[in-house]
């Protein structure tokens, strides 16, 4: 199903509603406000998802009854002529999820963008960290940005079983963002024009939310993301390392020899058939972290699946960008513009 918020209930959407407030003071104080916004993500244009074998899966997620509500803004960080940038918290599964959020000066309401960011130990992790390049851009160009701090990172709450399972609880928490967005009730915020924007670790969960969610976006960019296949993130970054938790993961899900049905049901190319955000995947042909080959593979897979997926490949940019950042992001900025209006 197309998920669009409870605006959009008229427009032959289901939505679930539970209890619940949003939304809140500049000093945290909440205010009375719809009630969270729960999906399935199911599309009636998608292959109908068994019931999985495992619970940690895409299909698991598929199935799950997500929520997202509690949009809350604390203190302000930073305030300049374009954005005000505040501490955030908000609820996205039965946790709370920390992040900061930039709003824009001006009369709103702005298109928002949910940031994802890519893999940042989370015991030096500080809050907002990881894009503040592109926070800051996208905010001066009319959105209001919020960069999820995931759980286990900053001030969010733990999961202790998160990093085992493959990290999947970061989907959760991105779809989490979208629909406590789009129920916020804040003037500020247009919650039926909504982005996902993530980089390396992030591009992996932009791809996971995908197809676990389609429609919950209305346009998503994957920047140099990471293998849509785990098993080889799992090979390229942590295997070389000694990684103690490898054999962790092996032990309580086994290898991709002894159980590739597990490894395929947490592959989003197995379900590129779900997608319906438009897709703008950017990746440097010198990018020495994830290989391009990693993009093209996830692009093609998208595009057999009849998918609107672009790759656009940078010449001599490596995995952060430099000299083309800038014009990079006009590209990105453009494509927002397209599918956000």
Same mark, same amino acid.
């Not at 032959?12 to 500049?26: D, F, I, M, Q, R």
């Not at 009630?35 to 074998?53: I, K, L």
């Not at 390392?241 to 054999?247: I, N």
């Given at each position: 199903?197309?998920?669009?918020?409870?605006?959009? $209930?008229?427009?032959?959407?289901?939505?679930?509603?539970?209890? &619940?407030?949003?939304?809140?003071? !500049?000093?945290?104080?909440?205010?009375? @406000?719809?009630?969270?916004?729960?999906?399935? +993500? *199911?599309?009636?244009?998608?292959?109908?998802?068994?019931?999985?074998?495992?619970? =940690?899966?895409?299909?698991? #997620?598929?199935?799950?009854?997500?929520? +997202?509500?509690?949009?809350?803004?604390?203190?302000?960080?930073?305030?300049?002529?374009?954005?005000?940038?505040?501490? =955030?918290?908000?609820?996205? %599964?039965?946790?709370?999820?920390?992040?900061?959020? %930039?709003?824009?000066?001006?009369?709103?309401?702005?298109?928002?963008?949910?940031?994802?960011?890519?893999?940042?130990?989370?015991?030096?992790?500080?809050?907002?960290?990881?894009?503040?390049?592109?926070?800051?851009?996208?905010?001066?160009? +009319?959105?209001? /940005?919020?960069?999820?701090?995931?759980?286990?990172?900053?001030?969010?709450?733990?999961?202790?079983?998160?990093?085992?399972?493959?990290?999947?609880?970061?989907? *959760?928490?991105?779809?989490?963002?979208?629909?406590?967005?789009?129920?916020?009730?804040?003037?500020?915020?247009?919650?039926?024009?909504?982005?996902?924007?993530?980089?390396?670790?992030?591009?992996?969960? /932009?791809?996971?939310?995908?197809?676990?969610?389609?429609?919950?976006?209305?346009?998503?960019?994957?920047? $140099?993301?990471?293998?849509?296949?785990?098993?080889?993130?799992?090979?390229?970054?942590?295997?070389?390392?000694?990684?103690?938790? /490898?054999?962790?993961? !092996?032990?309580?899900?086994?290898?991709?020899?002894?159980?590739?049905?597990?490894?395929?049901? /947490?592959?989003? #190319?197995?379900?590129?058939?779900?997608? @319906?955000?438009?897709?703008?995947?950017?990746?440097?042909?010198?990018?020495?972290?994830?290989?391009?080959?990693? @993009?093209?593979?996830?692009?093609?897979?998208?595009?057999?699946?009849?998918?609107?997926? !672009?790759?656009?490949?940078?010449? &001599?940019?490596?995995?952060?960008?430099?000299?083309?950042?800038?014009? !990079?992001?006009?590209?990105?900025?453009?494509?927002?513009?397209?599918?956000?209006?």
């Amino acid at each position: 199903m197309r998920l669009r918020g409870t605006a959009c $209930a008229a427009a032959g959407l289901l939505l679930a509603v539970a209890t &619940g407030c949003t939304g809140g003071a !500049e000093d945290g104080a909440p205010a009375p @406000s719809p009630a969270p916004a729960r999906t399935t +993500g *199911e599309s009636p244009r998608a292959t109908p998802t068994p019931t999985p074998a495992d619970p =940690v899966s895409l299909p698991a #997620l598929m199935q799950r009854e997500h929520t +997202g509500s509690g949009l809350r803004l604390g203190d302000v960080l930073d305030r300049n002529s374009a954005y005000t940038r505040y501490a =955030v918290t908000y609820e996205a %599964n039965g946790l709370t999820i920390s992040g900061i959020m %930039n709003i824009p000066e001006g009369k709103g309401p702005f298109p928002a963008l949910v940031l994802a960011h890519g893999y940042i130990d989370p015991d030096v992790y500080v809050s907002g960290q990881g894009m503040p390049r592109e926070q800051d851009r996208l905010a001066r160009s +009319g959105h209001v /940005v919020l960069h999820t701090d995931y759980r286990n990172h900053a001030r969010s709450d733990k999961d202790p079983d998160n990093d085992v399972d493959l990290r999947l609880g970061y989907t *959760e928490d991105v779809i989490g963002a979208a629909l406590a967005l789009r129920i916020s009730g804040r003037p500020e915020i247009d919650g039926d024009r909504i982005g996902l924007f993530g980089r390396s670790m992030g591009g992996g969960v /932009v791809y996971n939310t995908l197809v676990v969610a389609p429609g919950l976006f209305d346009a998503a960019v994957a920047y $140099a993301p990471v293998s849509a296949r785990p098993q080889e993130n799992i090979d390229h970054f942590q295997r070389p390392d000694g990684d103690p938790l /490898v054999a962790e993961i !092996e032990e309580k899900h086994g290898t991709p020899e002894e159980d590739p049905a597990f490894w395929r049901g /947490v592959s989003p #190319l197995t379900y590129a058939d779900r997608v @319906s955000e438009p897709l703008l995947i950017q990746h440097g042909t010198a990018d020495g972290t994830c290989p391009l080959a990693w @993009s093209r593979e996830a692009a093609a897979a998208f595009g057999e699946a009849g998918k609107d997926v !672009e790759l656009r490949t940078v010449p &001599g940019e490596g995995h952060t960008f430099g000299p083309r950042w800038a014009a !990079e992001m006009d590209v990105t900025e453009a494509f927002f513009a397209r599918h956000l209006r």
